[in-house]
């Protein structure tokens, strides 16, 4: 029996060896890539989500603030013992609020 120490493939061998290795690793790296890309992706979508429902939430409460606003005015009318109708006070107020906005615009 002969033991082999030391074994040398062909040149060609080993080129096409180190030619698989490489491939190998640009796959992983490739995926590797891809994921970090992926994450990013979905973050941005999530912060993007999270900021559009902030958002929401914000327009929401103003415009509880309104109503609450409304209700109040309308309470303060009714205690002064003006005598209008419901229904005229929400229109001078309404009314009001829009000239409001108008002169938000105009600013």
Same mark, same amino acid.
């Given at each position: 029996k002969t033991l082999i120490t030391k074994v040398e493939p062909d040149a060609e061998v080993k080129q096409s060896m180190n030619e698989i290795n490489a491939a190998q690793r640009k796959r992983v790296a490739a995926q590797e890539l891809a994921e970090a890309d992926k994450i990013k992706i979905v973050t941005a979508a999530e912060a993007e989500a999270e900021k559009?429902?902030?958002h929401g939430v914000g327009i929401a409460e103003q415009r509880k %603030?309104?109503?609450d606003g409304l209700a109040d005015s309308i309470k303060e009318l009714k205690? %002064?013992?003006v005598e209008m109708k419901e229904e005229q006070i929400m229109s001078i107020l309404l009314t009001n609020q829009y000239l409001d906005t108008l002169n938000n615009f105009a600013d």
């Open positions: 559009d429902r902030l %603030a309104i109503v205690g %002064a013992n």
